[in-house]
T-cell receptor
Framework: KQEVTQIPAALSVPEGENLVLNCSFTDSAIYNLQWFRQDPGKGLTSLLLIQSSQREQTSGRLNASLDKSSGRSTLYIAASQPGDSATYLCAVWRGANSKLTFGKGITLSVRP | GAGVSQSPRYKVAKRGQDVALRCDPISGHVSLFWYQQALGQGPEFLTYFQNEAQLDKSGLPSDRFFAERPEGSVSTLKIQRTQQEDSAVYLC???????????FGPGTRLTVT
């Protein structure tokens, strides 16, 4: 059974810092990996999707990498801003037909 | 265009009541998923539709949970005889086709008292 782990559960940083959020998964036979953002009381917003054949994806200040062999993905946020404060979840797909398996998320607080 | 919408946004039910939660996917999206998110946890898969066909319901926690998508667009998740452990946020997601990026709705927060 696929398990997805995100550590730490919470992180607080001052504005302007570059930071890395980690995600690990137990089964390297994944189809895709997706990073989401969730604001309190809201649904999930997709940030980046990395296909299994890719090693990284970039969108603005966000960069996500994928290392299937080691079962790891990282989300890099450059020059963090208070508006980045949210919970960040990673999720993996086992196959094209399969559901997403989520981690518990990392709650990020960026202090002004 | 409009995103995924869900209604109601909040629902309070007394234990034993039946509830129905609605999901309107993005127009033209073939795949539709339901997830359950408990407080402080990541979403957990419940069920998956490809058009009107329910292809995977392995995540439904009991036979009190039932989902349908009769015309391949709007979907309803029904919970019969609600229990306190059913309290959670129920999220719906849709994607253009299987294997494509999933887009989530705002969720329905169900509280069973």
């Amino acid at each position: 059974k696929q398990e997805v782990t995100q550590i730490p559960a919470a992180l607080s940083v001052p504005e302007g810092e570059n930071l890395v959020l980690n995600c690990s998964f137990t089964d390297s036979a994944i189809y895709n990996l997706q990073w989401f953002r969730q604001d309190p009381g809201k649904g999930l917003t997709s940030l980046l999707l990395i296909q299994s054949s890719q090693r990284e994806q970039t969108s603005g200040r966000l960069n996500a990498s994928l290392d299937k062999s080691s079962g790891r993905s990282t989300l890099y946020i450059a020059a963090s801003q208070p508006g980045d404060s949210a919970t960040y979840l990673c999720a993996v797909w086992r196959g094209a037909n399969s559901k997403l398996t989520f981690g518990k998320g990392i709650t990020l607080s960026v202090r002004p | 265009g409009a995103g995924v919408s869900q209604s109601p946004r909040y629902k309070v039910a007394k234990r034993g009541q039946d509830v129905a939660l609605r999901c309107d996917p993005i127009s033209g999206h073939v795949s539709l998923f339901w997830y359950q998110q408990a407080l402080g946890q990541g979403p957990e898969f419940l069920t998956y539709f490809q058009n009107e066909a329910q292809l995977d319901k392995s995540g439904l926690p009991s036979d009190r949970f039932f989902a349908e998508r009769p015309e391949g667009s709007v979907s309803t998740l029904k919970i019969q005889r609600t229990q306190q452990e059913d309290s959670a946020v129920y999220l719906c997601a849709s994607s253009l086709q299987r294997g494509y990026e999933q887009y989530f709705g705002p969720g329905t927060r169900l509280t069973v008292t």
